[in-house]
């Protein structure tokens, strides 16, 4: 089953405004990553915010983690058309039996129209 | 450094053929996976492999799929037998010894099989 699920499932806005999108995960965590994935490509790696962190910054991005809701929300601040991509949260669970793989949910698709 | 190398990018197999594809970790890293992606979705885990040794494979089906990671030479992720639900994007990444309880992946560009 899916560990992360994100939302929305797709996002549309104009060049300058802020995008938000919000992830849910069901078990306990080390950590949580956010990656990016263009169209026909692999996915990039963005940010990692751990589970003894609340915020994040880097760059434009802008991450929050609420493990007490199990959740987390990635910021994308005056969005370019280059931002136009798919993008999932990855949790990385606590349990010794999940160690090494990454559960990723389905994903945002944001469209950033100039 | 050219990252993690996957191929074929694109192979087309009619039902009842193999399917064998391969890749390549970063250099210096020593962890392999193999994800699938089905269209409009996200990636779902397969196979955790490090030289020689499958660490977790709870996402592989039973048959017809398996994976191994040699020695010498790249990552083989084989699937035999293919049907078309096998139809998917393959993306393997690779990341370098857990540290600080962190494990950042970093992907290729995937292996996109359609089968006939």
């Known amino acids: 089953s899916q560990q992360g699920e994100e939302d929305p499932q797709a996002l549309s806005i104009q060049e300058g405004e802020n995008a938000t999108m919000n992830c849910s995960y069901k078990?306990?965590?080390?950590?949580l990553q956010w990656y990016r994935q263009n169209s026909g490509r692999g996915l990039v790696h963005l940010i990692l915010?751990?589970?003894?962190?609340r915020e994040k910054h880097s760059g434009r991005l802008r991450v929050t983690l609420d493990t007490s809701k199990k959740s987390s929300s990635l910021l994308i601040t005056a969005s370019r058309a280059a931002d136009t991509a798919s993008y999932f949260c990855?949790?990385?669970?606590?349990?010794?039996?999940?160690?090494?793989?990454?559960?990723f949910g389905a994903g945002t698709q944001v469209v950033v129209t100039p | 450094n050219a990252g993690v190398m996957q191929n074929p990018r694109h192979l087309v197999r009619r039902r009842g053929q193999e399917a064998r594809l391969r890749c390549s970790p970063m250099k210096g890293h020593s962890h392999v996976y193999w994800y699938r992606q089905l269209p409009e979705e996200g990636l779902k885990f397969m196979v955790y492999?490090?030289?020689?040794?499958?660490?977790?494979e709870s996402g592989m089906p039973k048959e017809r799929f398996s994976a191994e990671f040699p020695k010498e030479g790249p990552s083989i992720l084989r699937i035999q037998q293919v049907v078309r639900g096998d139809s998917a994007a393959y993306f393997c990444?690779?990341?370098?010894?857990?540290?600080?309880?962190?494990?950042?992946?970093?992907f290729g560009a995937g292996s996109r099989l359609t089968v006939l």
């Open positions: 990855a949790t990385d669970a606590e349990t010794t039996d999940s160690w090494g793989k990454l559960q």
């Open positions: 915010i751990r589970s003894n962190e």
């Open positions: 078990t306990s965590i080390n950590n």
């Open positions: 492999l490090q030289k020689e040794n499958i660490i977790d």
């Open positions: 990444a690779s990341s370098a010894l857990r540290d600080s309880g962190a494990n950042v992946l970093t």
